[in-house]
C-alpha cells in the first residue's frame, strides 16, 4: 500500500490551516494535493478506488477560500460521486455528503441520497441534515450536536472529519 502512512499527517496539517488567516491556505493547498499523490516507484502506485473523501472535501473548502471558481466544484463532486447512495451501512465519511451538496446548491438531494438512519452515523446526518433544512450552518449544528456521537470522533481520522465538518 503506498505511503499512507504520512497521508493523515499531511491531512492533519491541512485542516490546521483551515482556521488560520487567508495567508495559510496557499499551503494547506499545497499540502491537500501532495496528499492525493501516490508515488509509482513503491510498486503499486495508485490504487483502483482509494479513499480520498477528507482531502477532497479540504481541498474544496481551502480552493473557496482562495477565491477559486471551478476547482472547489470540482472537489465536491468528487465527494458526492464516491459517496454515491448511503444505504444501510454508512461510513462516516458519508458525512462529508451533506456539506459538499450544501457547496453545490444541491440541499434537494440530500434525502434522496441519504437512507440510513438508524446507526449512529445515519443518526447524525438526519440531525445535521434538518438543520441544514432549517437554515442552519453545518459548522454550528455539528459543533453542537458532536458530543451527543462522541464516538465517532474518538480517533484521529474522526477528529479530522469534527474539524473538517466544523471548518467555517
Not at 17 to 34: I, M, W
Not at 41 to 47: E, F, I, S, T, Y
Amino acid at each position: 500500500m503506498p505511503h499512507t502512512c504520512f497521508r493523515p499527517r499531511t491531512r492533519g496539517k491541512a485542516i490546521r490551516f483551515t482556521s488560520r488567516p487567508s495567508n495559510g491556505f496557499d499551503e494547506a493547498h499545497r499540502h491537500l494535493l501532495a496528499a492525493l499523490e501516490w508515488p509509482e516507484r513503491l510498486g503499486q502506485g495508485r490504487p483502483y478506488n482509494p479513499e480520498e473523501r477528507l482531502v477532497r472535501y479540504l481541498l474544496g473548502l481551502v480552493e473557496q477560500r482562495l477565491g477559486e471558481s471551478e476547482s472547489p466544484r470540482a472537489a465536491f463532486e468528487a465527494v458526492v460521486d464516491a459517496t454515491g447512495k448511503v444505504s444501510t451501512s454508512a461510513d462516516r465519511l458519508d458525512l462529508l455528503v451533506i456539506p459538499s451538496l450544501v457547496a453545490l446548491g444541491r440541499t434537494t438531494e440530500l434525502r434522496v441520497i441519504w437512507r440510513d438512519t438508524d446507526t449512529e452515523v445515519g443518526q447524525l446526518a438526519a440531525e445535521i441534515m434538518s438543520a441544514v433544512e432549517s437554515g442552519d450552518e453545518i459548522s454550528d449544528v455539528t459543533t453542537r450536536v458532536a458530543g451527543q456521537h462522541l464516538n465517532l470522533f474518538d480517533d484521529l481520522l474522526g477528529g479530522m472529519l469534527l474539524r473538517a465538518l466544523a471548518a467555517r
